[in-house]
């Protein structure tokens, strides 16, 4: 009986405690419960957000031309929402929807773009891909180190050295070189960046913009990319060949697409020029900065309705690349002290394996071609890290 009693009295103990514990537990429980509700409900926000958007972009998408398949469409709905987020990073105070829409009509560009390739195609691409092949400026840096026997190993950032050598060893030049050698001094060398002692940001911030059609721009931008695709093999010859070719082809692409010559300034060398008249090889009639790499960079920068720079090679800046790119815009490739040492002009894009890894493709003249049936050379296959400017030529 007694063992009854005490066994009762522990008992009521053990459940007067538990009761005195029990709302604590019971609360603390309910407080993490509805954090995690919370939180689910801020993430189906979010998806259908995201969900709504897509679907904005199918919908303008399909009705922008009705040769557009669904299926087709959907398959570029990552696209869209790496475009708008890069976007939305990029334009912080650009409404909503015109982030949707601008997002849209940039992935309407990029379906135009595409190129695809079989395996066997893949496969040929990589077996030709021929790295070592000089870009630009990097053709003079191989002259001065095999015919001029420097005593410095000459590169492309060792532009005051190769200037140096290359006037003090001219009566040693061959005549073909000595053409891209001429260039290569007027348009690396440092007097011509002083402009006759003359501020250079506040004179190309004095350029004159042609007027804005929004109408024309992506007709113009095409005709840029169907120029490219004509002439990349076979020199159009109603223009002179200054030998180091690079910026003369993006010019003339340019210029295809209705880019306007500028002729402002009589000094030849002053990067608001841009401009060439006739086929003789007269550098009195073609500006620095339609012929030459580094004022060609010096042109755009300050004429293009903006600019981005990207280190190609580097962990998700081809990405990025890919998520701006639209067709025309021109490209430029820089050394460490910003200098420009060659020109190329967007033209295409693709994806590649099992992961549709995003890729950009360009033409260029003096430089490497990996699709020698297209002429388009991709920015996937580059060696090492490379960093390259684009400007944004046409308002796409």
């Given at each position: 009986m007694l063992k009854n009693k005490m066994f009762a009295t522990c008992l009521g103990i053990i459940i007067s405690a538990a009761t005195i514990m029990l709302p604590i537990d019971v609360f603390a429980k309910t407080?993490?419960?509805?954090?995690?509700?919370?939180?689910?409900?801020?993430?189906?926000?979010?998806?259908?957000?995201l969900q709504n958007k897509v679907d904005k972009f199918m919908e303008t998408a399909l009705a922008s031309d009705s040769s557009l398949d669904k299926e087709a469409v959907s398959e570029f709905s990552s696209d869209f929402l790496d475009v708008y987020k890069l976007y939305k990073e990029m334009y912080v105070d650009m409404p909503e929807e015109e982030l949707i829409e601008r997002a849209t009509d940039n992935v309407l560009c990029k379906m135009e773009m595409m190129v695809y390739y079989t395996e066997e195609e893949e496969a040929e691409l990589d077996r030709k891909c021929n790295n070592n092949e000089p870009?630009?400026?990097?053709?003079?840096?191989?002259?001065?180190n095999e015919y001029l026997n420097p005593d410095y190993v000459a590169t492309i950032n060792t532009t005051e050295?190769?200037?140096?050598?290359?006037?003090?060893?001219?009566?040693?030049?061959?005549?073909?070189?000595?053409?891209?050698?001429?260039?290569?001094?007027?348009?690396?060398?440092?007097?011509?960046?002083?402009?006759?002692?003359?501020?250079?940001?506040?004179?190309?911030?004095?350029?004159?913009?042609?007027?804005?059609?929004s109408n024309k721009e992506k007709e113009n931008s095409l005709k840029a990319?169907?120029?490219?695709?004509?002439y990349w093999k076979n020199y159009n010859k109603n223009y002179p060949d200054w030998g180091l070719d690079c910026a003369n082809f993006v010019s003339q692409c340019l210029y295809a697409g209705k880019k306007v010559m500028k002729n402002v300034v009589s000094y030849i060398s002053?990067?608001?020029?841009?401009?060439?008249?006739?086929?003789?090889?007269?550098?009195?009639?073609?500006?620095?900065?339609?012929?030459?790499?580094?004022?060609?960079?010096?042109?755009?920068?300050?004429?293009?309705?903006?600019?981005?720079d990207f280190e190609i090679g580097k962990?998700?800046?081809?990405?990025?690349?890919?998520?701006?790119?639209?067709?025309?815009?021109?490209?430029?490739?820089?050394?460490?002290?910003?200098?420009?040492?060659?020109?190329?002009i967007i033209t295409n894009l693709r994806k590649t394996g099992k992961?549709?890894?995003?890729?950009?493709?360009?033409?260029?003249?003096?430089?490497?071609?990996?699709?020698?049936?297209?002429?388009?050379r991709w920015l996937s296959k580059e060696a090492g890290t490379i960093r390259i400017r684009v400007y944004k030529a046409y308002d796409l």
């Open positions: 407080d993490n419960i509805t954090v995690d509700k919370n939180e689910n409900l801020q993430l189906e926000d979010g998806r259908l957000e870009d630009g400026y990097e053709s003079i840096a191989i002259y001065i050295k190769n200037i140096e050598i290359l006037k003090k060893c001219w009566d040693e030049l061959s005549e073909d070189m000595k053409i891209g050698a001429a260039l290569y001094i007027e348009d690396m060398g440092s007097s011509n960046t002083m402009m006759e002692s003359i501020d250079i940001e506040s004179k190309l911030n004095n350029i004159k913009f042609e007027p804005f059609l990319v169907a120029y490219s695709e004509k002053d990067p608001r020029n841009w401009f060439s008249y006739g086929s003789k090889l007269d550098d009195k009639k073609v500006s620095s900065s339609w012929r030459g790499a580094n004022m060609f960079k010096e042109h755009w920068t300050s004429r293009s309705y903006e600019y981005k962990k998700g800046e081809l990405e990025k690349l890919y998520d701006y790119a639209k067709h025309g815009y021109p490209i430029s490739f820089l050394n460490p002290d910003n200098s420009a040492y060659h020109t190329l992961n549709k890894n995003k890729d950009v493709g360009v033409r260029n003249h003096s430089g490497r071609v990996d699709d020698d049936k297209k002429g388009i």
